[in-house]
């Protein structure tokens, strides 16, 4: 199992930038044979589904964005691939809401799908607050 902690959240105005942080241990995530090559970034509103934002394949390092973040977010790992970076910038009111990082293992294809049901362990979430 691994463990996930979020950090980096906040208020910041519109325009503006934040980075989240995720820390990642476990017995199992590190290896280089570690199933979980799925790493990702989510958020969900309240009322409403947990979307997928950004997600990293750890071993090829392809990267996948939603549409309403590409461009203005780059989701990235350190070298020793133990912590997770949301690089956000252009803030906007829209991007309020509570963002979480997660890991999977369907990482078979090479690539991280921002589907969150193939993701199995999940951080406790930080909030982001965009204001005008």
């Known amino acids: 199992q691994v463990q996930l902690v979020e950090s980096g959240g906040g208020s910041v105005q519109a325009g503006g930038s934040l980075r989240l942080s995720c820390a990642a241990s476990?017995?199992?995530?590190?290896?280089?044979?570690?199933?979980?090559?799925?790493m990702g970034w989510f958020r969900q509103a309240p009322g409403k589904e947990r979307e997928g934002v950004a997600t990293i394949h750890t071993g090829t390092g392809t990267t996948f964005y939603d549409d309403s973040v590409r461009g203005r977010f780059t989701i990235s790992q350190d070298g020793a691939k133990n912590t997770l970076f949301l690089e956000m910038n252009s803030l906007k009111l829209d991007d309020t809401t509570f963002y979480y990082c997660?890991?999977?293992?369907?990482?078979?294809?090479?690539?991280?799908?921002?589907?969150?049901?193939?993701?199995?362990?999940w951080g406790q979430g930080t909030q982001v607050t965009v204001s005008s």
């Open positions: 476990g017995d199992s995530y590190a290896d280089s044979d570690s199933s979980y090559k799925c």
């Open positions: 997660a890991a999977g293992r369907a990482g078979w294809r090479g690539w991280c799908s921002l589907s969150p049901d193939e993701y199995i362990s």
